[in-house]
């Protein structure tokens, strides 16, 4: 079993800032690629960042400069530290992450619950 926990979602004012974080835990070998993706209601969802095993980032454009996404030195938490918020920044925000729970196994994608985060003018 493996799961993937967020926290740090909630109400944010405008310009306000807030740091997501998502832990993996249960039988895991080894996570590889770690990131956020997030769905506003009536839209697709969207990547937002992305951080690899080794410590490689990519960003949307509509965050870049805005979000950091960073790793524990244990590569099992992710966080999503977010700055300047603006109201367009308001979705579900869901964690995700490439993992291997066997060292014969091939990666598989796994997702978290996700966490609202509200940013209010």
């Known amino acids: 079993q493996v799961q993937l926990v967020e926290s740090g979602g909630g109400l944010v004012q405008v310009g306000g800032s807030r740091r997501l974080a998502c832990a993996a835990s249960?039988?895991?070998?080894?996570?590889?690629?770690m990131g956020w993706d997030r769905q506003a209601p009536g839209k697709q969802r969207e990547l937002v960042a992305a951080i690899t095993y080794g410590g490689r980032t990519n960003y949307a454009d509509s965050v870049k400069g805005r979000f950091t996404i960073s790793r524990d030195n244990a590569r099992t938490t992710v966080y999503l530290h977010m700055n300047s918020l603006k109201p367009e920044d308001t979705s579900v925000y869901y964690c995700?992450?490439?993992?291997?729970?066997?060292?014969?196994?091939?990666?598989?994608?796994?997702w978290g619950q996700g966490t609202q985060v509200t940013v209010s003018s």
């Open positions: 995700n992450a490439e993992i291997r729970r066997r060292s014969y196994s091939v990666y598989a994608d796994y």
């Open positions: 249960g039988s895991i070998f080894r996570i590889n690629a």
